[in-house]
């Protein structure tokens, strides 16, 4: 029996393995960003039978993977890295997790602070929010190299 190929319980020989297509279809991935993927080395190349891709059951894993490291807040460059952890050690993708709770948490924060500065903004009985002094005194901080909580203290 060739490689890639297995018999099936009626003696019909069936490939296991599938197009680039058919794991887009499989993962809701566009091809073009499966073949970004392999390119940044997220996910391995395929081997190519009669020219085209062959893909098997682990790259709808890896690709699961790199879209749940994505949707947690992964960059690609940290998905990356998350991979190459695996190789290393056990454990090694823990520190990674770590860093990237303590990322979202400072992006949770600044939401938070966006999010009260947006509302006070909206309550602001001023038609131009330039003529507005609470908005002027926030600008001023901010420009002066204030973070956004430290510009807008009310």
């Known amino acids: 029996m060739s490689r890639g190929l297995r018999q099936v319980a009626w003696g019909v ?18 091809p073009s960003a499966i073949r970004y993927y392999e390119e940044l080395d997220l996910l391995p190349a395929a081997p190519k039978v009669s020219g085209k891709r062959r893909y098997d059951q682990a790259a709808v894993e890896s690709v699961g993977v790199i879209l749940f490291l994505r949707d947690v807040g992964f960059s690609l460059s940290e998905i990356k890295k998350f991979i190459a952890s695996q190789s290393r050690s056990a454990g090694a993708w823990r520190d990674l997790a770590r860093q990237k709770l303590i990322d979202l948490d ?14 006070h903004a909206l309550r602001c009985k001023h038609q131009n929010l330039l003529d507005c002094p609470n908005f002027a005194g926030a600008l001023s ?8 909580a430290e510009a807008h203290s009310h």
């Open 106 to 119: 400072e992006r949770i924060t600044q939401a938070k602070v966006a999010h009260v500065a947006l509302e």
């Open 141 to 148: 901080a901010r420009l002066a190299g204030k973070s956004l």
């Open 13 to 30: 020989l069936a490939d296991p393995s599938f197009t680039i297509g058919e794991l887009a279809k499989r993962t809701g991935v566009a």
